[in-house]
């Protein structure tokens, strides 16, 4: 996936692998999707994608007398797009084909269907006992310029007091 090396902004972070972070990632990822000027509906997209990544990592990349390692994650404004990297050194897994039909008898299997609805492109790469990496990227629409975005201070007709209000295209 294009874009990791066209990065305006970038964000890096290693998180413990425990379910606790799983809620600071999806806050986190929501300020910065909001910093890269995602619309408030894609924002809450890239949340529930990153955090069910995330998820995913927490409760099925390390199995039973394995440690769980550190999960990496970066966080990439580049022209256009946000995209997200999520790493773990965990077990693998074979994702689904993006055609292939859940098997909704089975309990789980619906996170990476969830992660490809909501993101405009999604990467895996897996290796058994190597780990995972997983690329989700999201178009930014409507870029709207920072300033445009910043509280103006006006004159009202109370005294000359200022008033603010948030200038919106």
């Known amino acids: 996936m294009e874009g990791l090396d066209e990065c305006l902004d970038s964000v890096e972070l290693k998180i413990p ?23 408030p509906d894609a ?34 404004r580049g022209p256009g797009q946000l995209i997200i990297e999520i790493i773990d050194r965990g077990i693998g897994f074979v994702a689904p084909k993006p055609d292939q039909q859940p098997d909704l008898t089975k309990e789980g299997g619906l996170g990476i269907i969830l992660i490809r609805a909501l993101m405009d492109r999604v990467e895996y790469w897996s290796r058994p006992n190597v780990g995972t ?3 989700m990227m ?28 948030t200038v919106k295209k």
């Not at 927490?58 to 970066?74: N, T």
């Not at 999201?138 to 000359?160: N, Q, R, Y």
């Open 17 to 39: 692998c425990r379910p606790e972070y799983v809620r600071t990632v999806r806050w986190l990822i929501g300020e910065l999707a909001q910093a890269a000027l995602l619309s």
């Open 43 to 76: 924002v809450e997209e890239v949340k529930v994608a990153a955090s069910e990544a995330v998820a995913n990592i927490v409760r099925h990349a390390y199995g039973p007398g394995k440690s769980p390692q550190p999960i990496f994650m970066r966080c990439c």
């Open 133 to 135: 990496r997983i690329k």
């Open 138 to 165: 999201k178009k930014i629409l409507h870029e709207t310029p920072a300033e445009e975005l910043k509280p103006k201070a006006t004159v009202g007709g109370d005294g000359g007091a200022p008033h603010r209000h």
